[in-house]
């Protein structure tokens, strides 16, 4: 078996994952966490890459561990990903709030007297 698809691999992975969502204060940092945990190149990636070289009776019992641990991971990023957005969603009410009772700014300048004269000679 590879050491990738070993039940403590597959732990630790998870464990820097979740360390690494937890850790991010921001939506850029959550997707920087995201590419190194979840993309092509993590180790769970790596881990069902290797799934390939194994016989038929070990693939479905590593298959299934790598699984519950992706989802896991996923479930975490999910998570982490509704709470930051949630978070920035607050923070933009606050400082872009708008009072809607202001009434808005008096427009600089009249009409020019010719147009003025035009509509009038229009309306009759």
Known sequence: MSDLLTPEALERARDAAL???????LLDDLATARTAHIGDRSPVAQARKAIGGLPGTE???????????AAAISAAFDARKAELE????ARV????AVDVTV???RAIGARH????ISERVADV
Do not use: M
């Open 86 to 89: 949630g978070e920035r969603d």
């Open 103 to 105: 009434l808005p700014p």
């Open 93 to 96: 009410l606050v400082e872009e």
């Open 113 to 116: 007297p010719l147009t003025t």
């Open 19 to 25: 360390a690494a969502f937890a850790a991010a204060a």
């Open 59 to 69: 693939r479905a019992d590593a298959g299934k561990r790598v699984n519950v641990v």
